[in-house]
Every structure is written in C-alpha cells, then in structure tokens.
C-alpha cells in the first residue's frame, strides 16, 4: 500500500478557489490510479474526481465539471484538486485515495474500490 498525506484545505469565501494536494510514499506512485473523495458532516463518503496512471484520463462528479480540475505530478508523487468558484455545498473533509487495480474510471466512483486513503483535509466554503 502506499501512504497519503492531503493539504491544502482551508476556509475559503464563496467563490474562491483553492489546490489540495495529497503525496504518496514509495516509488511506484505511477502505478495508482488516484481519485478524490469528500464527506459532509452526517453524510456518506462521495467521489469527487479520478485520474488515471498517465495522467490522461480524468474522471469527474457532475456537480463539480467545469469547476474541479484533477491533475497528478509522477515525478513528485503528488496529485492535485484545484477547485474553483467553491460553493458552499463543496464544504467537508476531502480525501486522496489510491488503487493498482485494473478498472476505468467510469466504474471506480465507490470508496470500495480505493484501498488506500489519506487522513483528510478540511475544506471550508462560508457563503
């Protein structure tokens, strides 16, 4: 398994912006598949977006295309959320998962199919 470690939450007004980042431990960081999840308060874990090894397959919400950009640095090991015109429903801790198993992205949207996760970040959206 490879470890997690998220940052970059904050608060944050409506409509700003912020980057989460999440590196991961070890060297075979391009072997991932890397998603992105959230939970609010009182409410399941959900997906938010997915990148695939390469980097050049993305996967998306549809609540947050067009706002939320995926991206990943093999090189550094580090995948990245930049979200922008946050809205306050965007608001909860927001969770970098990892998996090495062959499945597209389409499919891959439940935290079942992630076996590694970081400990989280909060994102704040006051309205």
């Known amino acids: 398994q490879v470890h997690l470690v998220e940052s970059g939450g904050e608060l944050v007004q409506a409509g700003g912006s912020l980057r989460l980042s999440c590196a991961a431990s070890?060297?075979?960081?391009?072997?991932?598949?890397m998603g992105w999840f959230r939970q609010a308060p009182g409410k399941e874990r959900e997906f938010v977006a997915s990148?695939?090894?390469?980097?050049?397959?993305?996967y998306y919400k549809d609540s947050v295309k067009g706002r939320f950009t995926i991206s990943r640095d093999n090189a550094k090991n580090t995948v990245y959320l930049q979200m922008n015109s946050l809205k306050p429903e965007d608001t909860a801790v927001y969770y970098c998962?990892?998996?090495?198993?062959?499945?597209?992205?389409?499919?891959?949207?439940?935290?079942?199919?992630?076996?590694?996760w970081g400990q989280g970040t909060q994102v704040t959206v006051s309205s």
């Open positions: 998962a990892a998996d090495q198993a062959a499945l597209s992205l389409v499919r891959r949207t439940s935290p079942q199919y992630f076996g590694s």
């Open positions: 990148i695939s090894r390469s980097g050049g397959t993305t």
């Open positions: 070890g060297r075979t960081f391009s072997t991932y598949t």
